[in-house]
């Protein structure tokens, strides 16, 4: 593994990791594809901060998540009744865009769209998979829009970076008087994925903090070994389903999916250390082994989370839904193409990014559990 660094500048960080990835356009779709996203959700006018004062934590209306708070993080599949079995853990989630208008590069905190979509979807259907291993802290931030991620002249890059400020900032109000030195969880999924990383560099790495990481589940979002695991001085790869202080990594396609966009963005940008990602192995964590490059049949799978009405509860989960399998080039493919309920978001080239938490539901929420169990065997 790559010599472990920590640049001095938070912004340095930030952009190692994510300017080559506005630039170049190509994250979930291919090339023409992109061209018609650009017009339809790029928002015409120059980045500019929604705001110049930055977001008080401290106040309980800036977070989606709390303990004792009525939030749909806290809901539990059909046929479970108990919520935080580990009620001195805590679990930081990032959640992904929901926030898809061109009237901003940010989304402004009470845009209703944007909060049904984290509050109904993503907290219900991502958040919840780990509400037994701990209690779910989840901030609301000023989000960079669908559109950032197709821009090419550098604003969506700044609004990505305005983002991450607000994940900053709630996560420094978090440990300092939320947390009281409880071991935690660091979770997201997509652009809250791709927030954690830096985070994990400037608040995480080489500090104390890192002896509390149960874990940290950065799910569908490309993660490089060397290039940004090697730049989090502490942390490494989890290798099997009990590691902890490591990072677990996966993105979902189907048995035919065509990784090129995602692998073009990894093959032309650097990591969080500055090393360029080409050449290096990208992680995958197959979620129903728990090990790098794992490969694990049906009958692995404990239980998929269908997707449900907004105001619908979850269901039970489907047991033995698919099989997944880790390939060479560091992506998880389906054992099989799974059925009707599962094409609705599903992304060009086969890609199931939006449900990367939905289809091994049962089993993150299984590890997480066994993964505070394991930390805290080791730090009796």
């Known amino acids: 593994m790559a010599l472990k660094s920590k640049p001095a500048g938070i912004f340095l960080a ?6 080559v990835l506005v630039i170049a356009g190509f994250l ?20 500019a901060p929604i705001s110049d004062q930055p977001l008080d934590y401290s106040d309980d209306a800036n977070w989606a998540a709390l303990p004792g708070m009525d939030s749909y993080a806290n809901t539990t599949p059909k046929g479970e009744v108990s919520v935080a079995v580990q009620p001195d853990v805590d679990v930081f989630f990032v959640h992904p865009t929901t926030y898809l208008s061109r009237d901003s590069w940010n989304a402004p905190l009470d845009d209703e769209n944007a ?11 991502q958040a919840s ?3 037994l291993a701990g209690q779910i802290y989840a901030p609301r931030y000023r989000q960079a829009t669908f559109g950032a991620f197709f ?3 550098g604003d969506g890059l700044q609004a990505l970076i305005y983002a991450y400020q607000d994940v900053q900032s709630a996560f420094d109000q978090f440990i300092a008087e939320r947390n009281n030195n409880r071991p935690f969880i660091l979770a997201g999924h997509s652009q809250g994925s791709l927030h954690l990383l830096p985070l994990m560099q400037q608040r995480v790495a080489g500090t104390p903090l890192v002896e509390r990481m149960v874990a940290a589940y950065i799910v569908g979002w490309p993660v490089s070994v060397e290039a940004d695991l090697g730049a989090l001085e502490g942390i490494d790869a989890c290798e099997n389903s009990l590691d902890t202080q490591c990072v677990v990594s996966y993105q979902t396609f189907g048995p035919a999916g065509d990784t090129s966009g995602v692998d073009g963005y990894f093959q032309t940008t650097v990591g969080l250390g500055g090393l360029p990602r080409v050449g290096t192995k990208m992680l995958c964590t197959n979620p129903l082994t728990w090990t790098i490059d794992g490969i694990a049949g049906a009958d692995a799978n404990k239980g998929a989370q269908e997707r449900v009405g907004d105001d619908d509860p979850l269901g039970a989960p489907v047991a033995g839904f698919n099989g997944a399998q880790c390939r060479e080039n560091g992506f998880l493919y389906l054992e099989s193409e799974p059925g009707e ?8 080239g086969e890609n199931y990014h939006v449900y990367d938490y ?3 539901y049962a089993n993150v929420r299984e590890n997480a559990v066994a993964r505070v169990a394991a930390w805290k065997a080791a730090n009796r």
């Open 14 to 19: 930030v952009f190692a990791g994510i300017i």
């Open 28 to 47: 979930w779709v291919q090339s023409d594809p992109v061209r018609a996203l650009r017009i339809a959700f790029t928002p015409s006018d120059s980045f």
């Open 115 to 125: 909060n049904t979509g984290i509050e109904k979807r993503v907290l219900k259907l």
């Open 129 to 131: 998979a780990l509400n």
């Open 151 to 153: 821009d090419q002249e």
């Open 341 to 348: 309920p599962w094409q609705h978001f599903k992304m060009a």
């Open 358 to 360: 939905h289809m091994f």
